[in-house]
């Protein structure tokens, strides 16, 4: 009764200013997201284990973006795209809050829309809508969804840029990529093979694998391992920065590298990108975690 009481939708403000919305469901999960760049910050079980990194020098400053969570790289994934910066400006935007439901399943729906000051960077008529949810059975669904509201061809790229929490960076292993092509970004993008049966983290990983299965599996410590089911993104980008360049982020701790990684499920290389959106046509990508 406790639990079911406290399930749904709560917003909050917080950080001078800044609009978080924390959801819950009947189990004792919980999501946290923000308005300013439809920013994922947090995803609890039941027993309050955080799933997802965030930095602890993480700026909460609009519109700086927010290191760590669940960034939404568009309408472009670092440089594979016309925008002059990189990722795009939706994880720099404010997003206006469309709906919230708060019974079963706990879902939030965000907006952004085209502006004066979109129009400079991308000169194209668009709205995105994020749908966060919170599955009763404690999953997180993410969903986007775009729609191109003029007449021209807008093409983008996209990622969901999800930082995961782990333990013992030493301990990860990234499955299910076995044979797949990717592009090493430490060798200025030589295109390779993968051969082992799991990435691991040994060292610095800056890698954009094309063409991927529609899941991932992640063991992040030796007694959690999440699954990522993803629909229209065949791309997947595994990164950690290791020693060198955490110590050249002003918002991550020097230490930060060995309590996270990202596997960053995309459209950016693979076949079907960039997306070419016809005018008046929309254009969706999911992903579903899970913890096994």
């Known amino acids: 009764?406790?639990?079911?009481?406290?399930?749904?939708?709560?917003?909050?403000?917080?950080?001078?200013?800044?609009?978080?919305?924390?959801?819950?469901?009947?189990?004792g999960w919980s999501a946290e997201v923000y308005t300013h760049g439809a920013h994922i910050v947090s995803w609890k079980n039941e027993s309050g284990d955080e799933l997802i990194f965030v930095s602890e020098k993480a700026v909460f400053k609009p519109p700086k973006a927010i290191r760590g969570g669940i960034p939404i790289c568009w309408p472009q994934f670092s440089d594979f795209g016309c925008c002059a910066a990189s990722h795009g400006f939706a994880r720099n935007s404010e997003w206006a809050i469309v709906s919230e439901v708060g019974e079963g399943a706990t879902e939030v729906v965000l907006s952004l829309s085209?502006?004066?000051?979109?129009?400079?960077?991308?000169?194209?008529?668009?709205?995105?809508?994020?749908?966060?949810?919170?599955?009763?059975?404690?999953n997180l669904v993410n969903k986007l969804h775009v729609v191109n509201n003029g007449t021209s061809t807008m093409p983008f790229t996209s990622a969901f840029h999800t930082y995961f929490a782990t333990p013992d960076i030493t301990q990860v292993r990234v499955e299910g990529l076995k044979g797949v092509s990717y592009l090493d970004q430490l060798q200025d993008r030589k295109q390779c093979t993968e051969e082992g049966d799991a990435i691991t983290f040994p060292c610095e990983v800056d890698r954009i694998y094309t063409d991927t299965p529609d899941t991932h599996k992640l063991v992040v410590s030796p007694s959690r391992t999440i699954c990522i089911k993803k629909d229209g993104l065949p791309d997947a980008i595994v990164w950690n920065p290791w020693i060198e360049k955490a110590k050249g982020m002003s918002d991550l701790d020097d230490e930060d590298y060995k309590s996270f990684f990202c596997v960053e499920v995309s459209l950016c290389k693979g076949q079907g990108s960039p997306v070419e959106l016809e005018g008046g046509k929309e254009w969706t990508c999911e992903q579903v975690l899970s913890v096994e």
């Not at 406290?6 to 919305?21: D, F, P, R």
């Not at 004066?116 to 994020?130: A, D, I």
């Open 1 to 27: 009764k406790h639990l079911a009481e406290t399930m749904g939708v709560e917003v909050q403000t917080c950080h001078g200013g800044m609009k978080k919305l924390t959801l819950k469901n009947a189990k």
């Open 114 to 138: 085209s502006s004066e000051e979109t129009l400079k960077l991308y000169p194209y008529s668009f709205e995105v809508r994020f749908t966060i949810q919170l599955a009763e059975s404690g």
